[in-house]
C-alpha cells in the first residue's frame, strides 16, 4: 500500500480537486439602444460624422468659383480688379525679325532690345513687371518680362519679342489671339503694385507725325485745350524717324481715360484715335 505521501497519491489528488473547480460566468447583461456610454456613442456617431465632411468637401470643391468683380476699360477693352492679377485678352504681334531695325537698339526700360530674350512691349504695364501669355489658338503658353512700350498698332494689345513668338507657336502667322495675366518671376499670378502710376504716370498719345508742320500745328491745338504736350523721337518698322505726340501726366488710369476720350471728341473729324500709355 503506497503511503498517503508517496508522489502519485499527490497526482490522482490534484485531479481530482480540479475537476471539482467550476468557472462560471455572469450571463452579459443588455444595454438599452439609448445607452451605452461614450464608447457606444463614438462607434454610432463616427460614420455620420465622416459622411457629412466628405459630402461637404465634395460640394465646396465642386461648387464653381465666385464672379470677381471686374473695371473693363473703355479704350483698350483690358480687365482690371482690384487686388487681382491684370487679365487681358487681345491681338498680339511680335517684332525682332531680319530687317525690321529693332534688334540692337534701346528698349523703353533703357536695356539693348535683344529677339532671343522672352520679352514683350505693352503699352501700360510696369517697365519689369511679368506677363504669363497664353495664345488662344493653340493653348501654348509663355512667361515674358515687360522691357518695351508698344504696340502702337490700331487693335493689338501685345508685342513679343522673335523669342516669345516661337514659344507660342505663332511666328509664320504673324498675329495670334492671346490672354496676358501679370504674374511674379516665378510665373505665380500676381496684382500689380498701384505706386507705379506715381513713378511711371500714363499719358494720351495722340498721334505719331514726321511732317514738321503738322506736328506743330497739332501742338499749339492741343496746349490751348489740355496743357502740357511733349514729343516723343520714335523709329516706325520702316526706319522712318517720327515724333509721338503726347497730352498730359496723370497718376491715375480713369483720369487719362477721360483725356483720351475728350481728344477723341476734339479730334474725331481727322481720324485720329488716342490711346493710353507710359511716360516711359
Same mark, same amino acid.
Given at each position: 500500500?503506497? =503511503?498517503?505521501?508517496?508522489?502519485?497519491?499527490? =497526482?490522482?489528488?490534484?485531479?481530482?480537486?480540479?475537476?471539482?473547480?467550476?468557472?462560471? @460566468?455572469?450571463?452579459? #447583461?443588455?444595454?438599452?439602444?439609448?445607452? $451605452?456610454?461614450?464608447?457606444?456613442?463614438?462607434?454610432?456617431?463616427?460614420?455620420?460624422?465622416?459622411?457629412?465632411?466628405?459630402?461637404?468637401? #465634395?460640394?465646396?470643391?465642386?461648387?464653381?468659383?465666385?464672379?470677381?468683380?471686374?473695371?473693363? =476699360?473703355?479704350?483698350?477693352?483690358?480687365?482690371?480688379?482690384?487686388?487681382?492679377?491684370?487679365?487681358?485678352?487681345?491681338?498680339?504681334?511680335?517684332?525682332?525679325?531680319?530687317?525690321? $531695325?529693332?534688334?540692337? %537698339?534701346?528698349?523703353?526700360?533703357?536695356?539693348?532690345? /535683344?529677339?532671343?530674350?522672352?520679352?514683350?512691349?505693352?503699352?501700360?504695364?510696369?517697365?519689369?513687371?511679368?506677363?504669363?501669355?497664353?495664345?488662344?489658338?493653340?493653348?501654348?503658353?509663355?512667361?515674358?518680362?515687360?522691357?518695351?512700350?508698344?504696340?502702337?498698332?490700331?487693335? %493689338?494689345?501685345?508685342?513679343?519679342?522673335?523669342?516669345?513668338?516661337?514659344?507660342?507657336?505663332?511666328?509664320?502667322?504673324?498675329?495670334?489671339?492671346?490672354?496676358?495675366? =501679370?504674374?511674379?518671376?516665378?510665373?505665380?499670378?500676381?496684382?500689380? /503694385?498701384?505706386?507705379? /502710376? *506715381?513713378?511711371?504716370?500714363?499719358?494720351?498719345?495722340?498721334?505719331?507725325?514726321?511732317?514738321? *508742320?503738322?506736328?506743330?500745328?497739332?501742338?499749339?491745338?492741343?496746349?490751348?485745350?489740355?496743357?502740357?504736350?511733349?514729343?516723343?523721337?520714335?523709329? #516706325?518698322?520702316?526706319?522712318?524717324?517720327?515724333?509721338?505726340?503726347?497730352?498730359?501726366?496723370?497718376?491715375?488710369?480713369?483720369?487719362?481715360?477721360?483725356?483720351?476720350?475728350?481728344?477723341? *471728341?476734339?479730334? *474725331? /473729324?481727322?481720324?485720329?484715335?488716342? @490711346?493710353?500709355?507710359?511716360?516711359?
Amino acid at each position: 500500500m503506497l =503511503s498517503p505521501f508517496h508522489p502519485t497519491n499527490w =497526482s490522482q489528488a490534484c485531479v481530482s480537486w480540479i475537476h471539482e473547480i467550476h468557472v462560471a @460566468f455572469d450571463p452579459p #447583461t443588455p444595454v438599452e439602444p439609448s445607452r $451605452g456610454g461614450l464608447l457606444r456613442l463614438m462607434r454610432w456617431g463616427t460614420p455620420r460624422v465622416a459622411t457629412l465632411v466628405i459630402l461637404s468637401f #465634395t460640394l465646396h470643391c465642386t461648387r464653381p468659383p465666385a464672379d470677381i468683380p471686374v473695371r473693363r =476699360s473703355a479704350r483698350d477693352g483690358a480687365l482690371r480688379t482690384d487686388g487681382q492679377p491684370y487679365v487681358e485678352e487681345g491681338l498680339a504681334s511680335w517684332y525682332g525679325g531680319d530687317g525690321d $531695325g529693332f534688334a540692337g %537698339r534701346p528698349t523703353a526700360s533703357g536695356e539693348i532690345f /535683344d529677339p532671343e530674350q522672352f520679352t514683350c512691349a505693352h503699352r501700360t504695364l510696369p517697365l519689369g513687371s511679368f506677363v504669363e501669355v497664353e495664345n488662344l489658338d493653340n493653348r501654348k503658353r509663355a512667361v515674358l518680362r515687360v522691357n518695351d512700350r508698344g504696340p502702337f498698332i490700331k487693335g %493689338r494689345v501685345l508685342d513679343l519679342s522673335k523669342r516669345g513668338a516661337q514659344e507660342l507657336g505663332f511666328m509664320g502667322q504673324g498675329t495670334t489671339r492671346i490672354r496676358l495675366r =501679370s504674374v511674379d518671376a516665378m510665373g505665380l499670378p500676381t496684382a500689380l /503694385d498701384p505706386s507705379v /502710376d *506715381k513713378a511711371d504716370p500714363f499719358v494720351v498719345q495722340v498721334a505719331a507725325l514726321s511732317d514738321p *508742320k503738322n506736328i506743330e500745328s497739332l501742338t499749339r491745338e492741343l496746349e490751348n485745350t489740355f496743357g502740357v504736350v511733349t514729343l516723343q523721337t520714335a523709329s #516706325t518698322r520702316g526706319g522712318q524717324t517720327v515724333k509721338r505726340v503726347r497730352v498730359g501726366s496723370y497718376t491715375t488710369r480713369q483720369d487719362a481715360e477721360q483725356a483720351a476720350e475728350q481728344i477723341a *471728341k476734339l479730334l *474725331k /473729324d481727322r481720324g485720329v484715335e488716342p @490711346f493710353i500709355t507710359r511716360q516711359r
